[in-house]
């Protein structure tokens, strides 16, 4: 799952195992809330997203690091031109990726709730975490074609091009086009196990962290019994944390699946697999894993 969606069901999971969430107006103030807020995560997240994904596509030798892309796509490109490629994507898809998500998350937290006792206090760790990789699940659906035209786009500035010649793709509606010109609806999906690999892990990681972190920082227990409310400081130290968990559990699948959906003709996920490792062992399968780090704590304090 990507982290703005993710972010944005944290009010979700904040009443996980004690009542259902509000329907009507509230439901949709909140929907809306959460897309408002997905949205302002893919602005200031992408210019770190796209050095990432760069770094993880590229050929070797191309850069030498994160301030080497940097350099190199603002110097070809443009400074929001450059960096800024292949956002359509993501800003389209914030929006139902949350709906989705907020559906998924729900539907996860009832199969918790069959299949395991719930404390009185709230779910455990382990229990958000399980709602949290389910909700991944029916989440893919929509995030392995939106990150594929992504990922396309974002790569494609690396190449220089002829005087005359224009990009391969004018923008989102063409990449899907073509894709489903060349390999129908397949090509559309490529990456889609690669995702769900990602992103259910990732998202177990990430709910499970957050809400530890929370936990620990939540203030004692007022005077009415109730706990009293976080700061803005500690929320954005939980989403933060929550971020860094996910990326550092599962960066080396992001690698795979960017490596996958940038790729000409038909790749396997095995034989990318053996082709990262044979490009410089287990260390070539974490390139941007800085500047994933970095975007972390960012694009998740602008959702909150």
């Known amino acids: 799952m990507s982290s703005s969606a993710q972010s944005s069901i944290k009010s979700k999971k904040e009443t996980a195992g004690k009542e259902a969430a509000p329907s009507g107006v509230p439901g949709l103030r909140s929907l809306v809330a959460g897309g408002v807020g997905g949205i302002c995560a893919v602005i200031v997240g992408h210019p770190f997203d796209l050095i990432k994904v760069r770094l993880q596509t590229a050929d070797k030798g ?74 991944a699940i029916p989440m893919t659906v929509i995030t392995a074609p939106f990150e594929r035209v992504k990922v396309l786009l ?40 690669a995702t769900l690999a990602r992103d259910g892990p990732g998202s177990a990681a990430y709910f499970a962290t957050y809400e530890y972190v929370k936990r620990r920082l939540t203030p004692a227990r007022t005077g009415d019994g109730q706990d009293a409310p976080l700061n803005w400081l500690a929320v954005c130290a939980a989403g933060g944390a929550a971020g860094v968990a996910m990326w550092t559990a599962v960066f080396p699948i992001d ?21 990262v490792y044979a490009r410089g062992g287990y260390k070539a399968f974490f390139p941007g894993f800085g500047p994933a780090m970095l975007r972390a704590v960012p694009a998740n304090a602008v959702t909150l």
């Open 62 to 135: 191309r850069y030498t690091g994160a301030v080497d892309a940097l350099k190199k796509t603002v110097a070809r490109e443009g400074l929001a031109r450059g960096l800024y490629a292949g956002v359509s994507a993501p800003l389209v898809g914030v929006t139902p990726m949350f709906a989705v998500s907020f559906w998924g998350y729900d539907v996860g937290q009832r199969f918790v709730r069959r299949f395991s006792a719930v404390p009185n206090n709230g779910f455990t760790l382990g229990q958000y975490a399980a709602a949290g990789f389910f909700s």
């Open 154 to 193: 974002q790569i494609q500035g690396q190449r220089q091009l002829q005087a005359g010649e224009k990009p391969r793709y004018a923008g989102g509606l063409d990449v899907v086009r073509q894709l489903y010109r060349e390999g129908g609806i397949r090509s559309v999906y490529r990456g889609s196990a």
């Open 255 to 275: 690698t795979v699946k960017s490596r996958l959906q940038s790729a000409d003709g038909t790749p396997s996920i095995r034989g990318v697999v053996r082709e």
